[in-house]
């Protein structure tokens, strides 16, 4: 059974930083890639930073020399440190299964998400 339980989010100042947690489980992420995925209001999801099962990352061109993921894999755990936060960056944040395209990462369209966490960057 999948489950996905994101936590972390919270309101901040532009400049401010978040640590955002991520808890997962289910066969289907066995030595998977694990990504952090986005959607704001009004918009679509969007796939912004993922690493691979051995740890190495990749990012969105709007994260990038922002944001860091990382992971605990004896913890089934995943983390995004979002730095130097934008108003641009608010968003309900998720993370799923995602895939490797070489050195770029790429979404996967999934049926099972969790309730995401909601980061808001504002005055």
């Known amino acids: 059974q999948v489950q996905l339980a994101e936590s972390g989010g919270g309101l901040v100042q532009p400049g401010g930083s978040l640590r955002l947690s991520c808890v997962y489980s289910g066969s289907i992420f066995n030595d998977s890639p694990m990504g952090w995925y986005r959607q704001a209001p009004g918009g679509k999801r969007e796939l912004v930073a993922g690493?691979?099962?051995?740890?190495?990352?990749a990012y969105g061109d709007s994260v990038k020399g922002r944001f860091t993921i990382s992971r605990d894999n004896s913890k089934n755990t995943v983390f995004l440190y979002a730095n130097r936060l934008k108003p641009a960056d608010t968003a309900v944040y998720f993370c799923n299964a995602a895939r490797f395209d070489g050195s770029t990462i790429r979404p996967l369209d999934l049926e099972v998400w969790g309730q995401g966490t909601l980061v808001t960057v504002s005055t």
């Open positions: 690493i691979t099962s051995g740890g190495a990352p």
